[in-house]
């Protein structure tokens, strides 16, 4: 089991997992632990010799047993691939795999928040290539989300209105939208910390995967592969990113809290990284090196 | 919000690996 210890300086939980100093690291592609497992070859994660979306627990978990859970998402068998190149319809079946782990994890009895990622490329740290996500359930809400929520719930105090609404309703005059249609925009903020963060949101009220609709399903589904066809266009080659989910937590929070994925490419150029460092990572405050209604017109024109 | 009579897209097929740990096939319903 992970230990958790307290900050009491920035009031957060930091997770010790010495374990995951083990964990398996860039692999070459016939040793990939997370394609299927073929005829005379080793066992991988995975034991059939062909998958359509498969899900299992982490073999390096920051959260186990009573704490919580991390799992492992496989897109798909195809080892090199990458999510934005599934269909539309394969990617549904992944938003209703994605909601099925939301609201199994989030009925056990300690967790107190599901979160739903992806870190893709080796600039962001990933050991393993194949396409895939994660999940993590905590065990604690994690700051930037308590944060999120504690803003939200304030701003519905004072106003009797959601703030994600109403930051969706700022960006009315599309100067910063990269795509939108008639259930979900994808604009890049204007307090984007990365200069190529792009969230996406439904443009109607819901609170987390298990609010959405078949409609609203389509509809992200469809403006989620768009938008990583256009990061991945932005500098011609695959974009690296982290990409966060923001739901509700389970049983709470559905009326001021707006579900919304957020995706922070590291990328400022086509060759040059934005790292977090003296300002960011010291002082906790970002400085970007560009305007978001600039790499907005970007992102909207490829 | 989902209608419980919604057909569901993805049938899943829970398996014990060895070491204790889960893993979930996740099937295409036709």
Same mark, same amino acid.
């Given at each position: 089991?992970?230990?958790l ?12 997992a ?5 964990r398996?690291?860039h ?5 990939c632990?997370?394609c299927?497992?073929?005829?005379g070859?080793e ?10 979306i498969?899900?299992f ?6 959260y186990t047993?009573?704490q ?6 496989c897109y ?13 319809d ?7 795999v994605?909601r ?5 994890l989030? +009925? &056990?009895?300690?967790?107190k928040?599901v /979160? @739903? ?7 962001? $740290?990933?050991?393993?290539s #194949?396409?895939?996500?994660q ?5 604690f809400v994690?700051p930037?989300l308590q944060?999120?929520l ?10 009797g209105?959601?703030?994600y609404c109403?930051?969706?309703d700022?960006?009315r005059?599309g100067?910063r939208t ?9 604009f890049v903020?204007p ?5 190529y963060?792009?969230?996406l ?5 819901r609170?987390?995967l ?9 509809s992200?589904?469809a403006?989620l592969?768009?938008?990583l066809?256009?990061?991945? +266009? &932005?500098?011609q080659?695959?974009?690296? /990113? @982290?990409?966060a989910m923001?739901?509700?937590?389970p $049983?709470?929070?559905?009326r #001021?809290h707006h579900?919304h ?16 460092a003296g300002?960011?990572l010291?002082a ?9 209604e600039d790499t907005?017109a970007?992102l909207?024109?490829? | 919000m989902?209608?419980?009579t919604e057909?569901?897209r ?5 398996v014990k ?5 889960y893993?979930?096939?996740?099937e295409?319903?036709?």
């Open positions: 089991m992970s230990e210890r307290w900050d009491p300086l920035t009031e957060e939980w930091v997770t010790v010495p374990w995951r100093q083990d398996t690291y692999p070459s592609a016939e040793h632990p997370l299927p497992t073929r005829p070859m066992e991988t994660e995975i034991p059939e010799p062909d998958y359509y498969a899900v627990e982490n073999r390096f978990p920051s047993g009573d919580g859970r991390c799992e492992v998402v798909t068998p195809d080892h090199d691939s990458s999510l934005g190149e599934q269909s539309v394969h990617i549904r079946d992944l938003i209703a994605w099925d782990r939301t609201t199994e989030g +009925r &056990l009895a300690n967790v928040y /979160y @739903v990622f992806e870190n893709r490329g080796e600039e962001i $740290g990933v050991t393993l #194949h396409p895939h996500g999940i993590y359930a905590y065990p994690p930037v944060r999120e504690a803003a939200e719930a304030r701003h519905m105090r004072k106003t209105r959601c703030l109403d930051v969706i700022d960006e005059d100067i990269v795509l939108r249609d008639d259930r979900w925009i994808a903020p307090f984007a910390r990365w200069p963060e792009v969230h949101a439904p443009t109607n009220h609170g987390g298990a609010d959405l609709d078949e409609e609203d399903d389509l992200f589904a403006i592969k768009r938008v066809q256009k990061y991945d +266009r &932005l500098f080659k695959p974009l690296p /990113y @982290v990409m923001h739901q509700k937590p $049983g709470r929070g559905a #001021h579900f994925v957020e995706f922070y490419p590291p990328n400022r150029t086509r060759d040059k990284l934005k790292y977090l300002s960011e010291g906790g405050a970002f400085i970007v090196d560009a305007r978001a907005a970007e909207r024109a490829l | 989902r209608l419980a057909k569901p993805v049938k899943k097929r829970v690996k060895a070491d204790g740990r893993l979930i096939y996740f295409k319903v036709s």
